[in-house]
């Protein structure tokens, strides 16, 4: 059974930074892409950032040049940094293994990540 557990989450004023992680576990974590989502009340959840297994990265317009997702295939964990947080960033952030542009998996609990202004 595949798990995805993400943490990081917090409260931060605008401008600051924060952290995410996303353990996988439950299925082969190196080889495939992986994906950070995120979804703010009455909006549908969006594709934030991709990584594929070859390092080649993608990002939303909205957040390009402000986050930056990673992974550590030893320790099945994929990384978002999110740096010169926007009030409009707040939302919870939801990882999970991405096929064919479409997440694979059930979702985890995922992480609340509030800006204020």
């Known amino acids: 059974q595949v798990q995805l557990v993400e943490s990081g989450g917090g409260l931060v004023q605008a401008g600051g930074s924060l952290g995410l992680a996303c353990a996988v576990s439950?299925?082969?974590?190196?080889?495939?892409?992986i994906g950070w989502y995120r979804q703010a009340p009455g909006k549908q959840r969006e594709l934030v950032a991709v990584?594929?297994?070859?390092?080649?990265?993608n990002y939303a317009d909205s957040v390009k040049g402000r986050f930056t997702i990673s992974r550590d295939n030893a320790k099945n964990t994929v990384y978002l940094q999110m740096n010169s947080l926007k009030p409009e960033d707040s939302a919870v952030y939801y990882c999970?293994?991405?096929?064919?542009?479409?997440?694979?998996?059930?979702w985890g609990q995922g992480t609340q990540v509030t800006v204020s202004s």
């Open positions: 990584l594929s297994s070859g390092s080649s990265t």
């Open positions: 439950g299925t082969t974590f190196s080889g495939k892409v």
């Open positions: 999970n293994v991405n096929a064919g542009g479409s997440p694979l998996f059930a």
